[in-house]
């Protein structure tokens, strides 16, 4: 089991936990992408993998400065083997989150895989 699938275990309870707080009156915005998030968790726990990518989409959309969603994303994309997808979606969480361990993680692993071993390097002495 690589690290990226048991931080997604902790990810969609963060994922429930943003819904359940949109939920509560915050912006729509907000509250929209919450809820394609956790239905594109939902779809991606069930193996529905290209619609769990069009929500996971929808969700960056309505907000991009959300780290969580750039990481579903990552996590979809290589499930579906775009590597190179999943490297730019952790990529982008990375500049939103720099010290969030599974980030690092996906980034020095997937790096290795797409040919960036400068970021992969750099990733992988943050860990450390």
């Known amino acids: 089991m690589s690290l990226i699938s048991v931080y997604g275990r902790l990810t969609a309870f963060a994922l429930a936990a943003l819904f ?5 009156g915050c912006s729509d915005r907000f509250s ?4 394609y998030a956790q239905t594109a968790q939902a779809q991606l726990d069930a193996g529905n993998l290209e619609d769990a990518l069009v929500n996971a989409k929808d969700a960056i959309r309505a907000r991009d400065d959300v780290a969580a969603y750039f990481v ?19 990529l982008r969480a990375l500049d ?5 361990p599974e980030i690092l993680q996906a980034i020095a692993e997937l790096g290795l895989q797409v040919n960036r071993l400068t970021k992969a390097e750099e990733a992988a002495d943050r860990i450390l």
Do not use: C, K, T
């Open 72 to 90: 579903l994303l990552g996590r979809i994309e290589a499930q579906l083997q775009n590597l190179e997808g999943a490297y730019g979606a952790y």
């Open 32 to 35: 929209e992408a919450a809820e």
């Open 20 to 24: 359940a707080v949109a939920v509560s």
């Open 96 to 100: 939103l989150q720099a010290d969030n």
